[in-house]
């Protein structure tokens, strides 16, 4: 079935640092979304990409489409401690969303 | 904002108990999903609902059913419940087809004694 591959799967950054973490698929996706989950909560929608090629803002955070629509990027600008957390890629399979493994976050101040 | 509200942050059941999580939304979403998260395993689709008293097998099925009798309300149900089924369990629901973003409750901590 489908898969995808986060990287890093974890991260240890200073405060203030710039981060990028990928998303990769072995199939075309016509569709990313990115999502971040806090310690304790559920997922939460940060972005959602429609478009080979298109590139958007959220606040810090800016999320690419891949233009061979099998990849994503998301990047986080001066990093702040609520940042931390984990961080979810996600495209359309069949019948469902196919998440990756996540990319884990982790800030010091 | 859609909100997705899940019955119970956590909760504490034993072996062989028959145990229900509910899931309420109040977007008027026609796809509502149940998933496990453990260490290491990632987003986990249990079931998923399409519409009103419909129900799909998602990956890991096996010693949980589903009850959609609503079309806000999505439950899950562990049979007889067993130590691993030990889990964050995690409601979702969506509107429109499979690409579409899900939406997250906050989640339900559940241990199995």
């Known amino acids: 079935g489908q898969q995808l591959n986060q990287s890093p799967q974890s991260m240890f950054i200073q405060e203030g640092e710039d981060v990028s973490m990928n998303c990769t698929s072995s199939s075309i996706f016509n569709t990313w979304l990115w999502y971040k989950q806090d310690p304790g909560e559920g997922p939460v929608l940060l972005i959602a990409l429609y478009k080979a090629g298109e590139l958007t803002s959220n606040g810090r955070l800016t999320a690419q489409f891949g233009i061979t629509r099998k990849d994503s990027f998301l990047n986080i600008s001066a990093s702040i401690p609520s940042d931390v957390g984990i961080y979810f890629c996600a495209g359309p399979g069949a019948q469902k969303l196919v998440f990756g493994q996540g990319t884990r976050l982790t800030i010091n101040p | 904002d859609v909100k997705v509200t899940q019955s119970s942050r956590y909760l504490v059941k034993r072996t062989g108990e028959k145990v229900f999580l509910e899931c309420v939304q109040d977007?008027?979403?026609?796809?509502m999903f149940w998933y496990r998260q453990d260490p290491g395993l990632g987003l986990r689709l249990i079931y998923f609902?399409?519409?009103?008293?419909?129900?799909e097998k998602g990956d890991i099925p096996e010693g949980y059913s589903v009850s959609r009798e609503k079309k806000e309300r999505f439950s899950l149900i562990l049979e007889s419940a067993s130590t691993n089924q030990t889990s964050m369990y995690l409601c979702?629901?969506?509107?429109?087809?499979?690409?579409?973003?899900?939406?997250f409750g906050d989640g339900t901590r559940l241990s199995i004694l």
């Open positions: 979702a629901s969506s509107f429109g087809g499979f690409g579409q973003p899900q939406h």
């Open positions: 977007m008027d979403h026609e796809n």
């Open positions: 609902s399409y519409d009103v008293k419909m129900k």
